[in-house]
């Protein structure tokens, strides 16, 4: 069961010039930078509340974070849901007829995280999150 | 000074089988009145505790001039997130403070309008001061 909204990704060319501008914008300092190599992205986390706004940006040109910014350029880049248990979601998820990117929970930023594909969701990422 | 996150937004093509996707396969439960008309947009929420799903269809072509966006968004764009709401203490403030450091703010026209019938002081931070982010600020009156 969908519990909360955990983050909102926005993918940016560049998270220093990124940072700069949500941080002006939001009049809050970002809370961390770190870089997650296995999704190739450097990223940052703003928390507006209950809710964090992460800017990522990618760093590894054959990312899946890259492509989309070649395809769609800078913009809201996914949604996170928080879930009591990822692995029994995506299993209900699947029974359900939805794509999945992830068949099985992993660790990422979140948690352990897994991502349903867009052509599931009408268009949109849609990552889930269980907090360890 | 802005204090929350109030929903995001996904543009959608058609409300009623995104509607369905979101109850059906997430489980969510939509707000009480399910989709409502506004002017040049239908809406339907999905409340959840900090920050709420809406849903978004145009009513309208590219070519109109007040609630066009959404329709060039998803001509360009196709179907997806598009918008990021967030809560203002006080919306006067706010707007200033925007300004002020160079941040292209709309607050006029019909949207002022369609804030005010919900009960709300509304306005929009233009995508390009965002890096392509659509975002709404709201004021609850």
């Known amino acids: 069961m969908i519990k909360r909204v955990d983050h909102v990704s926005i993918v940016v060319s560049n998270l220093d010039e990124g940072l700069k501008i949500y941080e002006n914008l939001l009049g809050i300092k970002a809370s961390h930078i770190e870089t997650v190599a296995d999704q190739g992205i450097k990223a940052a986390m703003i928390v507006v509340g209950d809710v964090e706004i992460e800017l990522i940006e990618p760093i590894s040109p054959d990312s899946a974070v890259a492509k989309f910014l070649e395809k769609k350029g800078e913009g809201v880049h996914h949604i996170c849901f928080e879930v009591d248990d990822v692995d029994k979601e995506l299993e209900s998820l699947a029974a359900r007829g939805v794509n999945l990117i992830d068949k099985q929970g992993r660790k990422g930023l979140a948690g352990k995280i897994a991502f349903l594909h867009p052509r599931s969701t009408k268009g949109v990422l849609v990552e889930l999150a269980q907090k360890l | ?141």
Request: net charge negative; with cysteine; aromatic share 6%.
């Open chain 2, 1 to 141: 000074m802005i204090t929350r996150v109030s929903f995001v937004g996904i543009a959608v093509n058609d409300i009623e089988e995104a509607q369905r996707l979101y109850t059906e396969v997430f489980g969510l439960k939509p707000w009480d009145q399910g989709v409502v008309e506004m002017p040049g947009v239908k809406v339907v929420m999905f409340p959840l505790d900090d920050c709420s799903i809406e849903l978004l269809q145009p009513t309208v072509g590219p070519e109109d001039p007040v609630a066009g966006n959404l329709a060039r968004w998803l001509e360009k764009r196709g179907e997806g997130l598009c918008r990021l709401g967030l809560w203002v203490d006080n919306m006067e403030e706010e707007v200033k403070r925007l300004k002020e450091s160079g941040v292209r703010v709309i607050e006029s026209g019909e949207y002022g309008k369609i804030g005010e019938e919900l009960g709300a002081k509304m306005a929009f931070i233009h995508p390009k001061s965002t890096l392509g982010v659509l975002i709404e600020l709201d004021q609850q009156m």
